[in-house]
C-alpha cells in the first residue's frame, strides 16, 4: 500500500501533497489542544512502537506474510482519528525516507491512505458499531479489517488517476488481497486491544472497558 | 524492515567525502533527483535521463567506500513488491498510448503490447533510480544529522521534536523486537507452523504486539516524566547549532542541482538519445 515514486505524475503527487498538509496540520492542532503540547513526547515514543509493530509478521496463507498497518489501532486507543494521522506521518517519514518503502513525491497519497483514511475508517466504523453492537471484539475487527480495506481501495483509485492501473483491475487485486490481510489485521488488532484493556486500562480512551473478570 | 535499521545506521556511521557532506546538501540532492525523475513525462526519453542520473548516483556510491552489495542488497529488499505490478503493465492498457500493438497472445485473451512493455520499462527505470538516491541519502547521512538538516531548513518545531523523539526510540524497540522474537523462538514458537491452529497463532501474535504497544506506552509515559524533571514545557523546541554550509559544499550543491535540472531539459530540447 506504500506508493513509491514514479507510480503517480509529479502534479497529482503534489496535489495530495496539499491535501496531506491540511491534515496533518489539523492533526498537529489535535495534539496540541487536545493532547496538550507536553504530551507530544509520548505519542512520538509511541509511533516508533508502532514502527516496530509494522515489522511482525503476520502469516496470510501458502506461505505469504503481511504486517499491521495500526492505523485503526492508534486511533481507538488514543480516542481520535488525528492521533492515526500524527503517528502513521512520522511512520511514514522515516519508512520513506530510511527504508525508500513509498515514494517522496507520493508521501501525501499515502498518509491520506493510511493516516487519514485509515484513521478516520477505524475510528469512526469502531465508534458507530460500539453503539450498535456493545460488542468490543466486534466494533475493533470490523474497524481494524474497514481501515485495512479502504485505504487499499483508495491506493487502487489513486493509481487509476495517474493512469499506471487499470481501475476495475486495481480494485479486485487490492481490494481481495487486502480484504484477506484485513482479516488478519482486525483479529490482531483485536487481540492487541484486548490484551491492552486487560492490562492497562487506564490507556484507553475511547469507552471501552476492561472484559469482565480481567 | 526493523533488520534493516541497524545495518543502514552501521553504514551511515562510516566516513568518507559523501558521509561527510552536510545533511542539507545530500537530502537537497536527493530530493531533487527525485523530483526531476518524477517530473520527466512517461517517455522513453527517460531511459536517456534515468541512465545519466545512474551513473551520477553510481559516481557518488563510489565516493561513498561502500560496497555495491549493500546498495543491491538495499535495492533487492524494496523492488519485488512493486516490480510484480511493474510487471503485470505488459498485460495492461494505459492512458499514455492511443494505439497499443500485439506482440504475443497468451491463453484466456492475455495480450503482452509493445507499448505496456515500454510502459513497464520507462517505470521500472524511474522507479530503480529514485530508490537508489533513498538508499544513498540513508546509507550516508546519521538519522540524528538527517533530522537537524531537517530542521535547519525549516521543518516545523513540533515534527523536528517528534521525529527525534521517534528516531532515538526506533532503536529500543528494535532491539525489543528482536527479545520478543528470540524469546518466542525459544519457545518454539513459529507463527508459519501450520501444526498450530491459525487462532491461537494470531492470539499469541496479538498479544505479543499488544505487549510491545504497551511496553511503548509506558516508554513514552517515563520520556515524558523525564523530560518533565528537565524542564520539558509548552514553550520548548528542539535546539539547533546554526551551522553554515561551508563553500566547497555550497559549489558541490550548486554544480548537482545545475546538472539535475540540465540534463531532463537538454534530453528533451534536443530528442537526445544514448540507446
Known sequence: MHIPDAFIPIWQGAIYWIIALVFVALALRWARNEMSEEKLPLVAVLAAGIFALQSFNLPVSMGTSGHLVGGALAAIILGSPFAAIFILTLVLIVQAILFGDGGITVLGANIINMGVIGGFVGFYTFRGLMGVTKSMPVSVFFAAWLACLIPALACAVEMYVAGTFPLIEGLVAMGIYHAIIGIIEGFVTVAVIYLITTARPDLVDTGVKAPAGA | ?275
Not at chain 2, 533527483?33 to 551513473?55: D, N
Request: with cysteine; net charge positive; proline share 4%.
Open chain 2, 1 to 275: 524492515m526493523i533488520e534493516e535499521l541497524f545495518q543502514i545506521e552501521r553504514d551511515a556511521y562510516k566516513d568518507s567525502p559523501v558521509h561527510r557532506l552536510d545533511a542539507r546538501v545530500k537530502i537537497v540532492i536527493a530530493f531533487a533527483a527525485i523530483i526531476a525523475l518524477v517530473a520527466v513525462p512517461y517517455s522513453p526519453m527517460i531511459y536517456t535521463v534515468g541512465a545519466v542520473f545512474f551513473l551520477f548516483f553510481a559516481l557518488l556510491w563510489c565516493f561513498t567506500g561502500l560496497s555495491p552489495v549493500i546498495y543491491a542488497r538495499r535495492a533487492l529488499a524494496i523492488i519485488p513488491l512493486w516490480g510484480v505490478i511493474i510487471f503485470f503493465q505488459i498485460f495492461l492498457k494505459n492512458k499514455y498510448y492511443t494505439t497499443y500493438d500485439v506482440i504475443m497472445s497468451l491463453p484466456f485473451g492475455i495480450n503482452i503490447y509493445a507499448q505496456s512493455v515500454e510502459f513497464a520499462f520507462i517505470l521500472l527505470v524511474k522507479f530503480v533510480v529514485c530508490i537508489s538516491f533513498i538508499i544513498l541519502l540513508s546509507t550516508t547521512t546519521k538519522m540524528p544529522d538527517m533530522l537537524e538538516g531537517g530542521a535547519r531548513m525549516g521543518l516545523p518545531a513540533e515534527f523536528a521534536l517528534a521525529l527525534g523523539m521517534m528516531i532515538r526510540y526506533l532503536f529500543v524497540f528494535g532491539y525489543m523486537f528482536r527479545k520478543m522474537n528470540e524469546t518466542l523462538k525459544t519457545k518454539c514458537f513459529d507463527a508459519f507452523d501450520r501444526k498450530l491452529s491459525y487462532r491461537y497463532r494470531l492470539r499469541q501474535l496479538g498479544f505479543t504486539m499488544g505487549t510491545m504497544f504497551i511496553r511503548s506506552y509506558e516508554q513514552g509515559e517515563r520520556v515524558y516524566t523525564s523530560m518533565l524533571c528537565r524542564g520539558y514545557g509548552r514553550e520548548s523546541y528542539l535546539f539547533v547549532e546554526r551551522k553554515p554550509i561551508k563553500r566547497p559544499e555550497w559549489a558541490f550543491l550548486s554544480l548537482s542541482l545545475a546538472f539535475i535540472i540540465a540534463i531532463p531539459i537538454i534530453v528533451w530540447l534536443g530528442q537526445f538519445s544514448i540507446f
